[in-house]
């Protein structure tokens, strides 16, 4: 069995968020369970007992609308965090994707957009004899119905926004909440190719190209990439999408091209995607042995996997889709996205620094295994129940009978990871002393690892814990008594360098089918040509994306304010 120190009881803060916005009427942690349980089992008693345990224990939990919303009376049976969303270059079918945007806010859901179709600034548009006033002018829309729809929906929603490096209006896009402080619901990421890449290493000549009239225009590409550094120096965006890279691994490249992602960056997908994310708790497949250290448990590891992925699977027929087109591309693709939280905390039970080859050895045995049990599953749930309707062998060739399209993706776990009380998704620990106001009372909590390891490498004192809860800032690789051994592993985001958190991303991206949702954070005193050397490391890593935070730079970030709402 895994150890459940910290994981079996929910915390106040948890307790605090699901009363507020997951339990329904009289409900518990429990009832909430089995609430979930039955409406995804639909019915199959062999399979409803494994899915409450699973969510009960907080080993496995599906994403926030699977919490909130099964159960609920079917056309608010809304499921899944992220769509994809499509925009064309034309005022009526913008209206469509704008109500669909606050359908999909309103039920929990962030949503994703391409705008690299929209004529540039300035362009005619016969019908009117006017002139089109450029993608910003779909994002402002958009952005004020998000703004509308935040009262009243289960959270605030959450937009992701590209735009192809080669289009016309790339500066506009890159500056965009620079020039318009109102546009605060969406993330922002250029859609860079390989090609821009290549240019800008060469200090080559690049081509912007309009995508209504194929005018070109030729502009310098590294002034394009100092650009977009410099702003992300400044404010943290816009992020890159590395877009050769996301399409060389699209499961199903003959409906389309992948162009956006949703709003943290771990689901790529064509217009119209959907996708029901959960993620296990890496620290509940940890075991003790003899000697006091900690292993992976990997049958239970394999046995938790196996369920999730049948949960995972089975939302898809539950779900209730909020228009046809979401509808047909889920259950013609089935995509699901499996991940993981935790995995900071469970390197420091094992004792292995975030930041070391160790450590991200152990990181990416644990993801492959993830991954092949996983891709095991869902053969064998095709092989019962027929694969996707849209595989094509060529496209996933080490598949046989999937019964879905895309099996692992790691999301943040903004929310979920307070609920099982563990580190978020794959981030490292931000602080080991936490202060948090509930209510009218403030909670200071140190991790509870620390105090196990104090006890157990003979530096425990009341006075050590005193200094530590008085003065959250202090860190424990500053903090006099500890022996170094402890403080190598005992590290936060801050002390990892912006490379080693790169390389930590690529590695889980190796053996994650979808996308990772990860922050490189920065010290305040880095460089916009820092930023620059690990976005073209992250590009040669095979990273699908990456999205920089330099300490201090910004205090309005959108999904960290949307966690806490
Ligand atoms: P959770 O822990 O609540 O399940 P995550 O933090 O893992 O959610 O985020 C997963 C995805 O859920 C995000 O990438 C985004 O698509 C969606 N999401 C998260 N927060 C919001 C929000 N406030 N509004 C809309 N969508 C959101």
């Excluded at 490391?537 to 966690?563: E, F, H, N, P």
């Amino acid at each position: 069995m895994g150890i459940t120190t910290q994981c079996k009881t929910l915390s106040p803060i948890a307790e605090d968020i699901l009363g507020k916005r997951y339990y329904h009427e009289g409900e518990d942690w429990k009832g909430l369970c089995e609430r979930v349980a039955s409406v995804i089992s639909n019915g199959d008693k062999e399979l409803v007992d494994d899915f409450f345990d699973v969510m009960y224990n907080l080993d496995f939990l599906p994403n926030s609308p699977t919490l909130a919303n099964a159960g609920k009376e079917s056309d608010r049976q809304q499921l899944s965090a992220c769509f994809i969303l499509p925009v064309e270059d034309d005022i009526v079918e913008i209206m469509e994707t704008v109500k669909n945007t606050a359908i999909v806010h309103k039920s929990g859901g962030g949503t994703g957009f391409d705008f690299s179709s929209t004529r540039p600034k300035g362009s005619p548009v016969s019908s009117t004899n006017g002139v089109a006033s450029g993608p910003l002018s779909w994002m402002k829309i958009i952005n004020a119905t998000t703004e509308e729809v935040k009262q009243g929906g289960m959270r605030r929603g959450a937009n992701m926004g590209t735009l192809r490096v080669d289009h016309p209006d790339i500066l506009d896009f890159i500056l965009c909440k620079k020039n318009d402080k109102t546009m605060t619901n969406f993330n922002l990421s250029v859609g860079v190719s390989d090609v821009f890449m290549d240019a800008v290493e060469k200090g080559d000549d690049f081509e912007l190209v309009n995508p209504h009239n194929k005018e070109v225009i030729l502009t310098d590409a590294r002034e394009i990439f100092d650009i977009i550094c410099k702003n992300s120096w400044e404010s943290g965006e816009p992020g890159m999408i590395f877009i050769d890279v996301v399409n060389s691994t699209n499961p199903v490249p003959h409906l389309g091209a992948i162009k956006s992602s949703n709003p943290c960056g771990e689901f790529y997908f064509i217009p119209f995607g959907v996708c029901n994310l959960g993620s296990i708790n890496l620290v509940n497949m940890l075991k003790s042995v003899e000697d006091g250290r900690y292993v992976i448990d990997f049958d239970r590891l394999k046995k938790i996997t196996e369920i999730a992925v049948t949960f995972l699977d089975k939302v898809i027929d539950v779900n209730h889709f909020p228009l046809p087109e979401i509808h047909d591309m889920a259950h013609n693709t089935r995509p699901i996205g499996l991940g993981v939280m935790g995995l900071a905390d469970m390197l420091l039970y094992m004792k292995l620094p975030y930041d070391s080859d160790a450590g991200r050895e152990m990181v990416g045995k644990v993801m492959k295994f993830i991954d092949d049990v996983g891709w095991a599953t869902s053969n064998m749930l095709g092989r019962e129940l027929g694969t996707f309707p849209e595989f094509q062998q060529e496209n996933l060739p080490s598949q046989k009978t999937p019964r879905n399209c895309q099996i692992t993706t790691i999301a943040p776990t903004g929310t979920l990871a307070t609920f099982a009380g563990v580190s978020f998704g794959i981030e490292p620990n931000f602080n080991f002393v936490y202060r948090r106001k509930i209510v009218d009372s403030e909670f200071i909590q140190v991790h509870p690892l620390f105090e196990k390891v104090a006890k157990e490498e003979g530096f425990y004192s009341e006075e050590l814990m005193e200094t530590l809860r008085t003065t959250p800032s202090l860190k424990v690789r500053n903090l006099a008594g500890v022996p170094e051994h402890v403080k190598e592993y005992f590290i936060t985001a801050f002390d990892i360098s912006p490379e080693d958190h790169v390389k930590m991303q690529a590695t889980v991206q190796k053996y994650v089918d979808n996308a990772v949702s990860k922050t490189i954070n920065l010290p305040y005193d880095a460089t916009s040509e820092q930023i620059g050397e690990l976005y073209m490391m992250a590009w040669k890593l095979g990273c699908k994306g990456i999205t920089v935070y330099r300490d201090g730079s910004r205090d309005d970030q959108v999904i960290v304010a949307v966690k806490e709402s």
